[in-house]
Nanobody, 123 residues
C-alpha cells in the first residue's frame, strides 16, 4: 500500500506560480509511476504530468512549458511546479501512483490516490 498526501495548494493571480507537493509513505521502495491529475467542477479528470521511476516525464499539452514534475527521492515527495498559471488551471489537484511504468496508463489504472489540494487562479 502507498499513502499519498497533497499540500501546497492555494489562490494565486494569473501569471503567478505555485508548487504543490505530495508526500508518499508506505511501500515506496518498489518501482512506481507517479502522476498529477486535476479536476475542475463540471469537467472530467485530466492527467497533468507523470514521472517514471527512471525519471522520464510526460506532460499534458496544456501545461507543457509551464509545469514541471519532479521528485525528491530521499524524502519521497512528488512535486508539481506550476508557473505562468492561467484561470483555466483552476482545479483540485490530485497525486496518484501505480506500480510499473507510466506509459499508456490512464487515470483508472492508478492504484493509489491522495485526497487533493485546491488550486485557484484568478484573472
Amino acid at each position: 500500500q502507498v499513502y499519498l498526501v497533497e499540500s501546497g495548494g492555494g489562490s494565486v493571480q494569473a501569471g503567478g506560480s505555485l508548487r504543490v507537493s505530495c508526500a508518499a509513505s508506505g511501500d515506496t521502495t518498489r518501482k512506481l509511476c507517479m502522476a498529477w491529475f486535476r479536476q475542475a467542477p463540471g469537467k472530467e479528470r485530466e492527467g497533468v504530468a507523470a514521472i517514471d521511476f527512471d525519471g522520464a516525464t510526460t506532460y499534458a499539452d496544456s501545461v507543457k512549458g509551464r509545469f514541471t514534475i519532479s521528485t525528491d527521492n530521499a524524502k519521497m515527495i512528488l512535486y508539481l511546479q506550476m508557473n505562468m498559471l492561467k484561470p483555466e488551471d483552476t482545479a483540485m489537484y490530485y497525486c496518484a501512483a501505480v506500480r510499473g511504468y507510466c506509459w499508456g496508463r490512464r487515470s483508472y489504472d492508478f492504484s493509489y490516490w491522495g485526497l487533493g489540494t485546491q488550486v485557484t487562479v484568478s484573472s
